[in-house]
């Protein structure tokens, strides 16, 4: 079974310039969520969808971020405009929701943003 | 506010002896705790969840204790092995609206010298 994918793995940008990240979860997988984890903290959550729905996007500086799932499969995160403070990996992750009650997030490997 | 975080930030531990990281969390209205491990370079891995109405459960090396009088929770892990030098973060998940919020821990290093 394939994994979560992401891309691109790193990415380099000058602040105030516009970055987009890319993920494709799990087949079958109704949950996706997208995480920001700065250098030696735990993943924030950033938004949650339901297939193409939002559940929780309320971490989201909606200011600058934007996420989209349009047809409930896979999902891109945009930043406009980049702040240094936005240097961080962006871990995207899919759950399954059938049936038992399923605690178990699969992560891509993220994408490492570094702001300048 | 809610809040999940950890004692120690880095543990080190001999090849082969137990490890025990431990967490301690603020929301008593969690319904599960979960362990993720994170190598290098890597997402975060699921290792283990606890129901909260359980206060020990037990896989494959790894046994978790949950003391919900203390707010405390734990991961052990048995004849500990280079392979599981990694940072761990506990989680919760509780229900947010009609659905389940995960929020993570700021996470422990494991170091295992050989």
């Known amino acids: 079974e394939a994994g979560v994918a992401q891309s691109p793995r790193y990415k380099i940008i000058e602040k105030r310039q516009s970055v987009a990240f890319w993920c494709n979860p799990i087949?079958?997988?109704?949950?996706l969520y997208w995480y920001q984890q700065i250098l030696g903290q735990g993943p924030k959550l950033l938004i949650q969808?339901?297939?193409?729905?939002?559940?929780?996007d309320s971490q989201l500086p909606k200011d600058r971020f934007s996420a989209e799932r349009l047809k409930g499969v896979d999902s891109t995160l945009k930043i406009q405009p980049a702040k240094l403070e936005d240097s961080a990996v962006y871990l995207c992750?899919?759950?399954?929701?059938?049936?038992?009650?399923?605690?178990?997030?699969?992560f891509g490997p993220g994408t490492r943003l570094t702001v300048l | 506010g809610e809040s999940v975080g950890l004692h120690l930030p880095t543990l080190s531990v001999q090849e082969g002896d137990n490890s025990i990281i431990n967490c301690a969390y603020s929301?008593?209205?969690?319904?599960?705790f979960i362990w993720y491990k994170q190598e290098s370079g890597k997402g975060p891995q699921f290792i283990i969840d606890?129901?909260?109405?359980?206060d020990k459960r037990q896989g494959q090396r790894v046994t978790v204790l949950l003391n919900k009088t203390v707010k405390h929770l734990s991961l052990q892990i048995a004849a500990t092995q280079p392979g599981d030098s990694a940072v761990y973060f506990c989680?919760?998940?509780?229900?947010?609206?009609?659905?389940?919020?995960?929020?993570f821990g700021t996470g422990t290093k494991l170091q295992v010298i050989p």
């Open positions: 992750a899919s759950s399954s929701t059938r049936g038992r009650v399923v605690n178990e997030q699969f």
């Open positions: 969808f339901q297939n193409n729905g939002v559940v929780d």
């Open positions: 606890i129901r909260s109405n359980m």
């Open positions: 087949s079958g997988h109704a949950t």
């Open positions: 929301n008593s209205a969690s319904d599960y």
């Open positions: 989680a919760e998940k509780g229900k947010l609206g009609g659905y389940q919020k995960v929020t």
